[in-house]
């Protein structure tokens, strides 16, 4: 039998063609098999190392590995388990630690609280607080020292209350709603309002009273302040708010008046002084606003420097040259240590802020009494009634 070669030949090429294909195909699942291989080789790797790190409590090196396992293949052996189980760790180390912290500030606070600085223990159970703000020894602790002095408070209210101070009575009482609020549901609030009645109006009447006699012996910025002072009690009081105003002119016209004569008496700096005193008090305003600017703008042209007069070359003397040694400058002098005296009087501005219901002035002095002396329980007090107040002359905004 004959074959014939010619059939066959067309044949060939193919057969050719799908021997190399699959070689190709070959190639390609080498390739990926490969790199397949590197990759598990490479994850194998990360995993072991973050084994060893895990238990050698190197969490944070743990992790990093772990993470970068999580990224290429999320479902690789049990990462997502340990990923899991090394933050708790951390979270509960971090917590033993803080735990650990606010226990040093707490035995400090028993310690302040043992040698009777009870203000100076609430500091230091703060500082618990806000590291663990939950840690409920701190808070029980605070309370307890909080309802302690308010009731010293409330109980002082009633002494001054039947001994007919009732300014005194108010402030105590005051000072036992800002530390324990329980007291506004004893009836205390309503008996306060119905005394702070009868003080303001005792306030109003004595100031009135002030104020006239210090316009009549002539102190006009006295008796302005004393009639202010009392608007804020009682704003539509009709004779101090005549009274303010006829001040007002009669001060304002006298710095004008100064104003203009220390302008051409060429004492620029008393003329814009005067006349910003002018403007302060609402009197002539422009007018004294044009003072102001003739007298910088004089000041200016005074400071410009003049021009080099010509002189003869003077004639050169030969004489002898002293040296001197530059004086160095006087270093300012040192700041005065913090003490109880200045926080006293720092305690004093806030309390006078707080009767005039500055709130806001009223806590920044008190901060800083507070913190020239941290042990003192009534600056303590002062500044919890004015943060108390503050926060609720402005519908529970942030204290400042």
Not at 107 to 128: E, P, T
Not at 138 to 153: P, R, S, T
């Amino acid at each position: 039998m004959k074959i014939n070669y010619l059939i066959l030949l067309p044949l060939i090429p193919l057969a050719v063609m799908v021997s190399r294909a699959d070689e190709k195909d070959l190639y390609q699942d080498s390739i990926h098999a490969t790199k397949e291989s590197i990759a598990r080789e490479t994850l194998d790797s990360f995993y072991r190392d973050a084994l060893d790190y895990y238990h050698d409590q190197r969490y944070d090196d743990a992790l990093q590995l772990l993470d970068k396992i999580y990224s290429i293949d999320p479902h690789y052996e049990n990462v997502a388990a340990l990923r899991a189980a090394i933050r708790k760790n951390q979270s509960a180390k971090q917590s033993e630690q803080s735990i650990e912290t606010a226990r040093d500030w707490m035995r400090k606070g028993d310690k302040a609280q043992s040698a009777g600085q009870n203000v100076l223990a609430i500091s230091y159970w703060k500082q618990a607080l806000a590291i663990s703000p939950d840690y409920a020894p701190a808070q029980k602790k605070i309370l307890a020292v909080n309802q302690a002095l308010a009731k010293k408070e409330f109980e002082a209210g009633y002494i001054h209350y039947h001994h007919g101070e009732m300014e005194d009575a108010l402030e105590s009482w005051s000072n036992a709603v800002a530390l324990d609020p329980t007291y506004k549901q004893r009836g205390l609030l309503l008996l306060m309002s119905k005394i702070e009645l009868q003080v303001n109006k005792d306030q109003v009447q004595r100031l009135a009273s002030q104020g006239f006699d210090q316009y009549q012996q002539g102190h006009l910025p006295d008796a302005l302040q004393s009639y202010e002072d009392l608007l804020k009690i009682e704003p539509r009081h009709e004779e101090a708010r005549r009274m303010s105003a006829k001040i007002k002119i009669q001060l304002g016209q006298v710095a004008f008046n100064s104003a203009r004569s220390s302008l051409a008496s060429k004492d620029y700096q008393g003329a814009i002084q005067q006349a910003d005193q002018a403007i302060q008090y609402g009197y002539e305003i422009s007018r004294a606003k044009k003072i102001q600017q003739d007298a910088k703008t004089a000041m200016d042209i005074a400071s410009r420097p003049k021009p080099p007069k010509e002189h003869k070359k003077p004639v050169v003397v030969a004489s002898t040259t002293v040296a001197t040694t530059p004086v160095a400058a006087t270093p300012p002098p040192p700041t005065e240590p913090a003490n109880p005296e200045e926080a006293m009087v720092h305690y004093r501005q806030g309390m006078g802020a707080i009767r005039k219901k500055d709130f806001h002035l009223a806590l920044d002095e008190l901060e800083i009494a507070y913190k020239l002396d941290p042990s003192n329980e009534r600056i303590y007090m002062a500044r919890e009634r004015a943060r108390q107040e503050w926060t609720a002359s402005n519908s529970g905004r942030t204290t400042p």
